[in-house]
T-cell receptor
Framework: AQSVSQHNHHVILSEAASLELGCNYS??????LFWYVQYPGQHLQLLLK??????LVKGIKGFEAEFIKSKFSFNLRKPSVQWSDTAEYFC????????????FGTGTQLKVEL | DTGVSQNPRHKITKRGQNVTFRCDPI?????LYWYRQTLGQGPEFLTY????????KSRLLSDRFSAERPKGSFSTLEIQRTEQGDSAMYLC?????????????FGPGTRLTVL
């Protein structure tokens, strides 16, 4: 079965600091990869996704993620965080050959301080 | 903006009672998913429908859980004889079927508290 690991459970950064959140998955075949974000009091929203092609994916609000197949990783990055980026971030994997369900990591709580 | 909607948003019930949640997907989406999320965890897959057909169920979905999507539009998730361990956020998502572009969009969830 698929598994997704997010190694950073809580991250605290100051505004303008750079962000990198780790995500590793277990499946060795073709996968679709996602980052979702949940702002306080809001529902899960899609941040970005990777299906194929350029392994560097750009999403909303200045976020990007890089798919490195050899490392089974899909790390999320942002060069300069803002206070409004305070949220919980979830990495998810969809194995196209194993049904359409998403397997999520446990999430990373990001707090950005002014 | 006609996103995924879920009702009720909150449900408090006593152990042993039955509860039913409703999900209305994005109108043109033919796939509908249910997930459960507990504190400190990511969402866990429960089941999914393609149109009316329930195509996959997780082993998390015990016999007390049943989901339906009778006309391929809205879906209901029923939990019979609730237990305290059923307390969680129940999330619904929908997507449009596509070979490589199956992106799921989530609703706000129904928070269930079993006393």
């Amino acid at each position: 079965a698929q598994s997704v690991s997010q190694h950073n459970h809580h991250v605290i950064l100051s505004e303008a600091a750079s962000l990198e959140l780790g995500c590793n998955y277990s499946y060795g075949g073709t996968v679709n990869l996602f980052w979702y974000v949940q702002y306080p009091g809001q529902h899960l929203q899609l941040l970005l996704k990777y299906f194929s092609g350029d392994p560097l994916v750009k999403g909303i609000k200045g976020f990007e993620a890089e798919f490195i197949k050899s490392k089974f990783s899909f790390n999320l990055r942002k060069p300069s965080v803002q206070w409004s980026d305070t949220a919980e971030y979830f990495c998810a994997v969809n194995d196209p050959g194993g049904g359409n369900k998403l397997t999520f990591g446990t999430g990373t709580q990001l707090k950005v301080e002014l | 903006d006609t996103g995924v909607s879920q009702n009720p948003r909150h449900k408090i019930t006593k152990r042993g009672q039955n509860v039913t949640f409703r999900c209305d997907p994005i109108s043109e989406h033919n796939r509908l998913y249910w997930y459960r999320q507990t504190l400190g965890q990511g969402p866990e897959f429960l089941t999914y429908f393609q149109n009316e057909a329930q195509l996959e169920k997780s082993r998390l979905l015990s016999d007390r859980f049943s989901a339906e999507r009778p006309k391929g539009s809205f879906s209901t998730l029923e939990i019979q004889r609730t237990e305290q361990g059923d307390s969680a956020m129940y999330l619904c998502a929908s997507s449009a079927q596509g070979a490589t572009t199956d992106t799921q969009y989530f609703g706000p969830g129904t928070r269930l508290t079993v006393l």
